[in-house]
């Protein structure tokens, strides 16, 4: 269990330097690229959404004659649920990776500017 931590306190250790380091030598537009990517997850989020309302909506209007249509509704209906939740985990780490990138942007961009005002005319 310790050894656990310590590899998951290295691998964040890790993963915290490459975000700083990559975060510095791309000008800070990587974090508008991924606030399209959280945005088009959430719009992906609401599609699938609306698709398990609809087949939510198709088995209510099926009543007790369409049992065996019921069944195969459920199932689409489960499959979207799962690409719903797959999406919102998504959506959810992306959003993360954007306030990361955002607060290391407001400690940077003072630094960058200096550098900028110093070297360029």
């Not at 310590?6 to 975060?23: E, G, I, T, Y």
């Not at 992306?94 to 607060?103: F, H, M, N, P, Q």
Request: glycine fraction near 2%; include cysteine.
């Amino acid at each position: 269990m310790k050894m656990q931590n310590d590899n998951l306190a290295k691998n964040c250790f890790l993963m915290l330097s490459v975000m700083l380091v990559s975060l510095s030598l791309t000008a800070c537009n990587r974090h508008k690229e991924i606030k399209a990517e959280k945005d088009a997850a959430e719009a992906e989020s609401q599609r699938v959404w609306a698709e398990y309302t609809a087949y939510e909506q198709k088995i209510k209007s099926l009543g007790p004659q369409g049992t065996q249509l019921t069944m195969t509704l459920e199932n689409q209906a489960t499959n979207s649920e799962r690409a719903a939740a797959f999406v919102e985990q998504e959506v959810n780490v992306l959003s993360k990776w954007v306030i990361a990138l955002e607060g290391a942007i407001a400690i940077y961009r003072p630094k960058v500017d200096a550098y900028k005002a110093r070297y360029t005319r």
